[in-house]
């Protein structure tokens, strides 16, 4: 079964950090961009960093650029996304995505998703 599946997520004080895992199975993530990405109540999903398949380049948007850092261990068919000094604004549920696209801002361009996990920033 073709499947991928983060964990990492819960809820932390702002300022705090987590470290989101997103585990492939059924394919080689190594032949695929990953890419994480965010969704708030109300709001669209939208991009947040992507990192080639070879794991030595990213992309990462500005509002959380400095503060998160995705990588990628191909040998265990996995990728991170650290993230640091966390505010209320990066509260939504997070996933991962992997597709042939390079750092592209459409769900739609993305062949696989994992079911998303949620992070609360909270006092």
């Known amino acids: 079964q073709v499947q991928l599946v983060e964990s990492g997520g819960g809820s932390v004080q702002p300022g705090g950090s987590l470290r989101l895992s997103c585990a492939a199975s059924?394919?080689?993530?190594?032949?695929?961009?990953i890419s994480w990405f965010r969704q708030a109540p109300g709001k669209d999903r939208e991009f947040v960093t992507a990192i080639n398949w070879q794991g030595d380049n990213s992309y990462t948007v500005s509002s959380v650029k400095g503060r998160f850092t995705i990588s990628r261990d191909n040998a265990k068919n996995t990728v991170y996304l650290q993230m640091n000094s966390l505010k209320p604004e990066d509260t939504a549920v997070y996933y991962c995505?992997?597709?042939?696209?390079?750092?592209?801002?459409?769900?739609?361009?993305?062949?696989?998703w994992g079911q998303g996990t949620q992070i609360t920033v909270s006092s």
């Open positions: 995505a992997a597709g042939a696209a390079w750092a592209s801002y459409y769900p739609k361009n993305y062949d696989y």
């Open positions: 059924g394919f080689t993530l190594a032949h695929y961009c």
